[in-house]
Protein backbone atom coordinates (compact mmCIF):
# COMPACT_ATOMS: atom_id res chain seq x y z
CA UNK A 1 0.00 0.00 0.00
CA UNK A 2 1.17 3.78 -0.03
CA UNK A 3 2.29 5.77 2.18
CA UNK A 4 0.31 8.28 3.85
CA UNK A 5 1.00 12.26 3.55
CA UNK A 6 4.50 13.69 5.49
CA UNK A 7 3.11 14.96 9.19
CA UNK A 8 0.39 12.08 9.51
CA UNK A 9 0.71 8.71 10.84
CA UNK A 10 3.11 6.26 8.59
CA UNK A 11 0.83 3.34 8.77
CA UNK A 12 -2.80 2.89 9.52
CA UNK A 13 -3.73 -0.32 11.02
CA UNK A 14 -6.92 -2.52 12.08
CA UNK A 15 -7.64 -4.93 14.58
CA UNK A 16 -10.02 -7.83 14.09
CA UNK A 17 -11.50 -9.77 16.78
CA UNK A 18 -11.68 -7.46 19.86
CA UNK A 19 -11.57 -9.70 22.87
CA UNK A 20 -8.84 -10.11 25.78
CA UNK A 21 -5.88 -9.95 23.68
CA UNK A 22 -7.23 -7.41 21.15
CA UNK A 23 -5.92 -4.92 23.86
CA UNK A 24 -2.39 -5.86 23.70
CA UNK A 25 -2.11 -5.43 20.49
CA UNK A 26 -3.86 -1.70 20.66
CA UNK A 27 -1.58 -0.98 23.13
CA UNK A 28 1.18 -1.90 21.31
CA UNK A 29 0.13 0.22 18.53
CA UNK A 30 -0.16 3.27 20.77
CA UNK A 31 3.60 2.54 22.20
CA UNK A 32 4.56 2.81 18.87
CA UNK A 33 3.68 6.93 18.98
CA UNK A 34 2.81 8.70 15.11
CA UNK A 35 4.85 5.62 13.43
CA UNK A 36 1.19 3.86 13.34
CA UNK A 37 -1.89 4.76 13.52
CA UNK A 38 -4.96 2.54 14.58
CA UNK A 39 -8.15 2.82 12.37
CA UNK A 40 -10.73 0.21 12.34
CA UNK A 41 -11.80 -2.37 15.22
CA UNK A 42 -13.80 -5.28 13.56
CA UNK A 43 -15.92 -7.95 15.21
CA UNK A 44 -19.11 -9.59 14.54
CA UNK A 45 -20.10 -8.21 17.74
CA UNK A 46 -21.13 -4.43 17.10
CA UNK A 47 -21.55 -3.48 20.52
CA UNK A 48 -18.24 -5.02 21.22
CA UNK A 49 -16.52 -3.55 18.57
CA UNK A 50 -17.73 -0.11 19.04
CA UNK A 51 -17.02 -0.57 22.97
CA UNK A 52 -13.14 -1.45 22.02
CA UNK A 53 -12.91 1.45 19.52
CA UNK A 54 -14.54 4.19 22.37
CA UNK A 55 -11.94 2.91 24.65
CA UNK A 56 -8.98 3.23 22.47
CA UNK A 57 -10.25 6.53 20.44
CA UNK A 58 -8.14 9.36 21.30
CA UNK A 59 -8.66 13.44 20.38
CA UNK A 60 -8.02 13.63 16.78
CA UNK A 61 -7.21 9.81 16.28
CA UNK A 62 -11.36 8.06 16.75
CA UNK A 63 -10.87 4.48 15.75
CA UNK A 64 -13.75 3.41 13.47
CA UNK A 65 -16.05 0.38 14.14
CA UNK A 66 -17.09 -2.29 11.68
CA UNK A 67 -18.58 -5.71 11.61
CA UNK A 68 -17.33 -6.13 7.30
CA UNK A 69 -14.05 -6.54 7.15
CA UNK A 70 -14.48 -6.25 3.15
CA UNK A 71 -15.56 -3.00 3.57
CA UNK A 72 -12.56 -2.03 5.98
CA UNK A 73 -10.24 -3.45 3.70
CA UNK A 74 -11.55 -1.23 1.17
CA UNK A 75 -11.30 2.12 2.94
CA UNK A 76 -10.23 4.24 0.17
CA UNK A 77 -7.62 5.84 3.09
CA UNK A 78 -5.98 2.53 3.21
CA UNK A 79 -4.78 0.00 5.71
CA UNK A 80 -1.08 -1.45 5.81
CA UNK A 81 -1.41 -3.72 8.89
CA UNK A 82 -4.66 -5.85 10.16
CA UNK A 83 -4.15 -7.69 13.28
CA UNK A 84 -5.93 -10.87 13.60
CA UNK A 85 -6.95 -11.41 17.11
CA UNK A 86 -9.88 -13.52 16.88
CA UNK A 87 -10.21 -17.45 18.18
CA UNK A 88 -8.08 -19.88 16.30
CA UNK A 89 -10.82 -21.40 14.32
CA UNK A 90 -10.83 -17.91 12.19
CA UNK A 91 -7.52 -17.06 11.29
CA UNK A 92 -6.44 -18.89 8.37
CA UNK A 93 -9.83 -17.49 6.85
CA UNK A 94 -9.30 -14.20 7.88
CA UNK A 95 -5.68 -13.69 7.37
CA UNK A 96 -6.10 -15.07 3.51
CA UNK A 97 -9.28 -12.46 3.06
CA UNK A 98 -6.67 -9.65 3.91
CA UNK A 99 -3.71 -11.61 2.13
CA UNK A 100 -5.93 -10.96 -0.78
CA UNK A 101 -6.55 -7.58 -0.52
CA UNK A 102 -2.69 -7.04 -0.44
CA UNK A 103 -2.23 -6.11 2.83
CA UNK A 104 0.22 -7.79 5.38
CA UNK A 105 -1.33 -9.55 8.74
CA UNK A 106 -0.29 -9.52 12.39
CA UNK A 107 -1.55 -13.28 13.49
CA UNK A 108 -2.06 -14.27 16.95
CA UNK A 109 -0.64 -17.53 17.85
CA UNK A 110 -1.80 -20.37 16.81
CA UNK A 111 -1.52 -19.11 13.18
CA UNK A 112 -3.96 -21.97 12.09
CA UNK A 113 -5.21 -24.94 12.74
CA UNK A 114 -2.65 -27.13 10.70
CA UNK A 115 0.07 -27.56 8.57
CA UNK A 116 -1.74 -28.21 5.81
CA UNK A 117 -3.71 -24.37 6.39
CA UNK A 118 -0.38 -22.91 7.16
CA UNK A 119 0.98 -24.47 3.73
CA UNK A 120 -1.77 -22.53 2.02
CA UNK A 121 -0.96 -19.40 3.63
CA UNK A 122 2.52 -19.94 2.19
CA UNK A 123 1.02 -20.35 -0.82
CA UNK A 124 -0.90 -16.95 -0.88
CA UNK A 125 2.00 -14.93 0.59
CA UNK A 126 4.10 -15.84 -2.60
CA UNK A 127 0.86 -15.41 -4.61
CA UNK A 128 0.22 -11.98 -3.35
CA UNK A 129 3.39 -10.31 -1.84
CA UNK A 130 1.48 -9.84 1.29
CA UNK A 131 2.86 -11.35 4.37
CA UNK A 132 1.88 -13.07 7.51
CA UNK A 133 3.94 -11.99 10.90
CA UNK A 134 2.99 -14.58 13.42
CA UNK A 135 2.96 -13.27 16.77
CA UNK A 136 5.70 -14.62 18.58
CA UNK A 137 6.80 -11.99 20.66
CA UNK A 138 9.42 -13.79 22.77
CA UNK A 139 11.58 -13.66 19.94
CA UNK A 140 11.70 -9.73 20.94
CA UNK A 141 12.69 -9.17 24.12
CA UNK A 142 17.12 -7.80 24.45
CA UNK A 143 17.58 -11.23 26.21
CA UNK A 144 16.72 -13.79 23.46
CA UNK A 145 18.61 -11.29 20.80
CA UNK A 146 21.88 -10.96 23.28
CA UNK A 147 22.08 -15.07 23.18
CA UNK A 148 21.21 -15.32 19.68
CA UNK A 149 24.14 -12.87 19.12
CA UNK A 150 26.56 -14.43 21.75
CA UNK A 151 25.64 -17.89 20.19
CA UNK A 152 26.64 -16.71 16.67
CA UNK A 153 29.80 -14.55 17.68
CA UNK A 154 32.95 -15.78 16.08
CA UNK A 155 34.66 -16.22 19.08
CA UNK A 156 32.33 -18.48 20.48
CA UNK A 157 32.17 -17.27 24.17
CA UNK A 158 29.41 -19.37 25.49
CA UNK A 159 30.68 -22.50 23.44
CA UNK A 160 28.57 -25.29 21.60
CA UNK A 161 24.73 -25.91 22.78
CA UNK A 162 24.40 -28.86 24.63
CA UNK A 163 21.70 -29.53 26.25
CA UNK A 164 18.14 -27.47 26.60
CA UNK A 165 15.09 -27.22 28.96
CA UNK A 166 11.73 -26.07 27.68
CA UNK A 167 8.74 -25.59 29.94
CA UNK A 168 5.06 -23.83 30.15
CA UNK A 169 3.59 -25.01 33.27
CA UNK A 170 0.59 -23.24 33.32
CA UNK A 171 -2.37 -23.60 35.37
CA UNK A 172 -5.96 -23.47 33.44
CA UNK A 173 -9.48 -24.40 35.49
CA UNK A 174 -12.74 -25.54 34.33
CA UNK A 175 -13.37 -21.99 34.12
CA UNK A 176 -11.30 -21.33 31.23
CA UNK A 177 -12.37 -24.27 29.80
CA UNK A 178 -16.01 -22.74 29.57
CA UNK A 179 -15.64 -20.92 26.42
CA UNK A 180 -17.34 -23.25 23.96
CA UNK A 181 -13.91 -22.90 21.23
CA UNK A 182 -11.55 -23.76 24.16
CA UNK A 183 -10.39 -27.47 24.47
CA UNK A 184 -11.56 -28.74 21.14
CA UNK A 185 -9.72 -29.64 18.23
CA UNK A 186 -11.64 -28.28 15.59
CA UNK A 187 -11.53 -24.72 16.99
CA UNK A 188 -8.40 -24.59 18.91
CA UNK A 189 -6.14 -26.81 16.99
CA UNK A 190 -5.34 -28.70 20.06
CA UNK A 191 -4.34 -28.18 23.91
CA UNK A 192 -1.39 -26.72 25.86
CA UNK A 193 1.46 -27.88 23.04
CA UNK A 194 -0.35 -25.53 20.46
CA UNK A 195 -1.84 -23.07 22.78
CA UNK A 196 -0.02 -22.38 25.60
CA UNK A 197 3.57 -24.27 25.25
CA UNK A 198 3.63 -22.71 21.72
CA UNK A 199 5.66 -19.77 22.74
CA UNK A 200 8.21 -21.06 24.29
CA UNK A 201 8.58 -23.57 22.23
CA UNK A 202 9.56 -21.12 19.33
CA UNK A 203 11.84 -19.21 21.34
CA UNK A 204 13.59 -22.58 21.65
CA UNK A 205 13.68 -22.75 18.10
CA UNK A 206 14.48 -19.30 17.58
CA UNK A 207 17.58 -20.16 19.44
CA UNK A 208 18.67 -23.35 18.64
CA UNK A 209 17.84 -23.59 14.90
CA UNK A 210 16.61 -26.93 13.15
CA UNK A 211 15.28 -29.71 15.00
CA UNK A 212 15.18 -33.36 13.50
CA UNK A 213 13.84 -36.13 15.62
CA UNK A 214 10.63 -35.60 18.29
CA UNK A 215 10.05 -38.42 20.81
CA UNK A 216 6.91 -37.25 22.49
CA UNK A 217 3.82 -38.30 25.16
CA UNK A 218 0.24 -36.54 25.73
CA UNK A 219 -2.26 -37.46 28.31
CA UNK A 220 -5.90 -35.66 28.84
CA UNK A 221 -4.92 -35.76 33.02
CA UNK A 222 -7.52 -33.93 34.69
CA UNK A 223 -9.64 -31.09 32.16
CA UNK A 224 -12.44 -31.84 30.62
CA UNK A 225 -11.42 -31.32 27.33
CA UNK A 226 -11.33 -33.34 24.18
CA UNK A 227 -7.39 -31.91 23.99
CA UNK A 228 -4.35 -33.07 25.85
CA UNK A 229 -3.99 -31.26 28.93
CA UNK A 230 -0.23 -32.06 29.27
CA UNK A 231 2.41 -33.21 26.74
CA UNK A 232 6.33 -34.21 27.10
CA UNK A 233 8.58 -34.40 24.25
CA UNK A 234 12.40 -35.56 23.48
CA UNK A 235 13.81 -33.05 20.90
CA UNK A 236 17.12 -34.03 18.72
CA UNK A 237 18.24 -30.85 16.78
CA UNK A 238 19.90 -30.70 13.96
CA UNK A 239 23.60 -30.46 15.16
CA UNK A 240 23.17 -32.81 18.25
CA UNK A 241 21.35 -30.40 20.81
CA UNK A 242 19.04 -32.63 23.07
CA UNK A 243 16.07 -31.10 24.52
CA UNK A 244 13.16 -31.80 26.61
CA UNK A 245 10.05 -29.91 26.10
CA UNK A 246 6.70 -29.74 28.50
CA UNK A 247 3.62 -27.91 28.28
CA UNK A 248 0.70 -28.03 30.90
CA UNK A 249 -2.22 -26.13 32.34
CA UNK A 250 -2.50 -28.07 35.40
CA UNK A 251 0.41 -26.64 37.05
CA UNK A 252 -0.87 -24.73 40.04
CA UNK A 253 2.78 -23.31 40.74
CA UNK A 254 2.77 -21.46 37.39
CA UNK A 255 6.04 -20.94 35.34
CA UNK A 256 7.50 -20.54 31.79
CA UNK A 257 11.23 -21.31 31.68
CA UNK A 258 14.06 -22.34 29.17
CA UNK A 259 17.40 -23.36 30.32
CA UNK A 260 20.30 -23.66 27.62
CA UNK A 261 23.60 -25.57 28.93
CA UNK A 262 26.73 -24.95 26.58
CA UNK A 263 30.21 -25.88 27.04
CA UNK A 264 31.14 -22.70 28.83
CA UNK A 265 27.90 -21.44 30.45
CA UNK A 266 24.55 -22.01 31.79
CA UNK A 267 21.64 -19.43 30.33
CA UNK A 268 18.43 -19.40 31.99
CA UNK A 269 15.16 -17.35 31.57
CA UNK A 270 11.99 -17.95 34.24
CA UNK A 271 9.06 -15.69 34.15
CA UNK A 272 5.59 -16.62 33.14
CA UNK A 273 3.85 -14.43 30.35
CA UNK A 274 6.34 -12.49 29.72
CA UNK A 275 10.35 -11.22 30.54
CA UNK A 276 12.72 -8.44 30.80
CA UNK A 277 16.37 -8.69 31.14
CA UNK A 278 15.60 -9.48 35.09
CA UNK A 279 14.43 -12.66 34.33
CA UNK A 280 17.48 -14.13 33.10
CA UNK A 281 20.57 -15.69 34.89
CA UNK A 282 24.14 -16.77 33.26
CA UNK A 283 25.98 -19.26 35.37
CA UNK A 284 29.65 -19.38 33.81
CA UNK A 285 31.49 -22.90 33.88
CA UNK A 286 34.86 -23.20 35.89
CA UNK A 287 37.32 -21.69 33.51
CA UNK A 288 35.06 -19.38 31.87
CA UNK A 289 34.09 -17.69 34.68
CA UNK A 290 34.82 -14.20 31.73
CA UNK A 291 31.70 -15.33 30.17
CA UNK A 292 29.97 -13.21 32.85
CA UNK A 293 30.89 -9.95 31.78
CA UNK A 294 29.55 -10.71 28.05
CA UNK A 295 26.42 -10.89 28.97
CA UNK A 296 25.52 -7.21 30.04
CA UNK A 297 22.18 -6.56 31.16
CA UNK A 298 20.14 -3.42 30.31
CA UNK A 299 17.69 -1.77 32.83
CA UNK A 300 16.17 -0.03 30.02
CA UNK A 301 16.02 -3.09 27.51
CA UNK A 302 13.00 -4.18 25.52
CA UNK A 303 10.79 -6.58 27.21
CA UNK A 304 9.58 -9.50 25.02
CA UNK A 305 6.15 -8.02 24.32
CA UNK A 306 3.68 -7.29 21.62
CA UNK A 307 4.79 -3.77 21.53
CA UNK A 308 8.44 -5.33 20.64
CA UNK A 309 7.36 -7.40 17.57
CA UNK A 310 5.46 -4.09 16.13
CA UNK A 311 8.18 -2.35 16.39
CA UNK A 312 10.33 -5.00 14.35
CA UNK A 313 6.94 -5.03 11.77
CA UNK A 314 6.91 -1.60 11.77
CA UNK A 315 11.01 -1.36 10.89
CA UNK A 316 10.50 -3.82 8.09
CA UNK A 317 7.56 -2.28 6.28
CA UNK A 318 10.04 1.27 6.80
CA UNK A 319 12.52 -1.11 4.74
CA UNK A 320 10.20 -2.17 1.98
CA UNK A 321 10.79 -6.23 3.71
CA UNK A 322 8.97 -8.81 4.77
CA UNK A 323 8.06 -8.39 8.39
CA UNK A 324 9.27 -11.05 11.16
CA UNK A 325 7.89 -14.17 11.44
CA UNK A 326 6.51 -14.75 8.40
CA UNK A 327 3.97 -18.16 8.09
CA UNK A 328 7.07 -19.86 6.12
CA UNK A 329 9.53 -18.67 9.15
CA UNK A 330 6.48 -20.14 11.50
CA UNK A 331 6.12 -23.48 9.97
CA UNK A 332 9.41 -24.94 11.97
CA UNK A 333 7.56 -24.30 14.95
CA UNK A 334 4.11 -25.42 13.65
CA UNK A 335 5.55 -28.69 12.54
CA UNK A 336 7.00 -29.40 16.15
CA UNK A 337 3.60 -28.88 17.38
CA UNK A 338 2.18 -31.47 14.70
CA UNK A 339 5.04 -33.97 15.52
CA UNK A 340 4.33 -33.74 18.93
CA UNK A 341 1.31 -35.32 18.46
CA UNK A 342 1.96 -37.22 15.85
CA UNK A 343 4.17 -38.89 17.52
CA UNK A 344 2.33 -39.05 21.09
CA UNK A 345 -0.61 -40.49 19.20
CA UNK A 346 1.33 -43.30 17.03
CA UNK A 347 3.80 -44.10 20.16
CA UNK A 348 7.12 -43.80 17.50
CA UNK A 349 9.73 -41.44 16.78
CA UNK A 350 8.31 -38.80 14.37
CA UNK A 351 11.18 -36.60 11.87
CA UNK A 352 11.59 -33.39 10.27
CA UNK A 353 9.93 -33.29 6.99
CA UNK A 354 7.99 -36.84 7.33
CA UNK A 355 4.92 -34.92 7.91
CA UNK A 356 3.84 -33.52 4.69
CA UNK A 357 1.17 -33.37 2.34
CA UNK A 358 -1.64 -35.95 2.68
CA UNK A 359 -0.34 -36.79 5.95
CA UNK A 360 -3.03 -37.11 8.72
CA UNK A 361 -1.31 -34.81 11.13
CA UNK A 362 -0.95 -32.23 8.48
CA UNK A 363 -4.72 -32.12 7.67
CA UNK A 364 -4.96 -31.62 11.74
CA UNK A 365 -3.19 -32.00 14.59
CA UNK A 366 -5.11 -34.53 16.47
CA UNK A 367 -4.38 -36.80 12.99
CA UNK A 368 -5.47 -40.39 13.97
CA UNK A 369 -7.23 -39.78 16.77
CA UNK A 370 -6.14 -39.06 20.54
CA UNK A 371 -5.45 -42.00 22.29
CA UNK A 372 -8.26 -41.34 24.66
CA UNK A 373 -11.14 -40.27 22.31
CA UNK A 374 -14.57 -41.71 23.15
CA UNK A 375 -13.17 -42.17 27.10
CA UNK A 376 -15.15 -40.67 29.63
CA UNK A 377 -13.44 -36.96 30.36
CA UNK A 378 -11.15 -37.30 32.95
CA UNK A 379 -10.55 -41.09 32.39
CA UNK A 380 -7.26 -42.36 31.54
CA UNK A 381 -7.14 -43.96 28.20
CA UNK A 382 -6.94 -47.39 27.47
CA UNK A 383 -3.35 -48.79 26.08
CA UNK A 384 -3.28 -48.11 22.43
CA UNK A 385 -0.44 -50.28 20.61
CA UNK A 386 2.26 -48.43 18.39
CA UNK A 387 1.24 -47.96 14.92
CA UNK A 388 3.33 -45.76 12.46
CA UNK A 389 2.35 -42.58 10.85
CA UNK A 390 0.61 -42.83 7.59
CA UNK A 391 3.35 -41.06 4.78
CA UNK A 392 -0.07 -40.12 2.36
CA UNK A 393 -7.79 -14.85 19.88
CA UNK A 394 -8.12 -14.95 22.84
CA UNK A 395 -5.92 -14.45 25.81
CA UNK A 396 -3.89 -18.05 26.58
Not at 15 to 26: E, F, K, L, N, P
Not at 213 to 237: N, P
Request: include cysteine; charge should be negative; hydrophobic fraction near 40%.
Amino acid sequence: MGRTPPGAPTYRAAIVGTGGIAHAHAQALADSGDRVRLAWAVDVDAGRAEDFARTWSTDGATVEPSTDLAAVLADPAGLHLVHVCTPPTSHAALAAQVLRAGVDVLLEKPPTLSLDELDDLIALEDETGAHVSVVFQHRFGAGAQRLRDLLAAPDAPLGRPLVAQCSTLWFRDAEYFAAPWRGRWDTEGGGPTMGHGIHQLDLLLSVLGPWEEVTAMAGRQDRDTDTEDVSMALVRFADGVLATVVSSVVSPRQTSALRFDMQHATVELEHLYGYTDEHWTVTPAPGHEDVAARWVPDPDAAPSSHSSQVRAVLDALDAGEAPPVTARDARATMELVAATYASAFTRAPVRRGEIGPGHPFAASMDGTGAPWAGSPHGAPPAHIAPTTPSTTEEIS
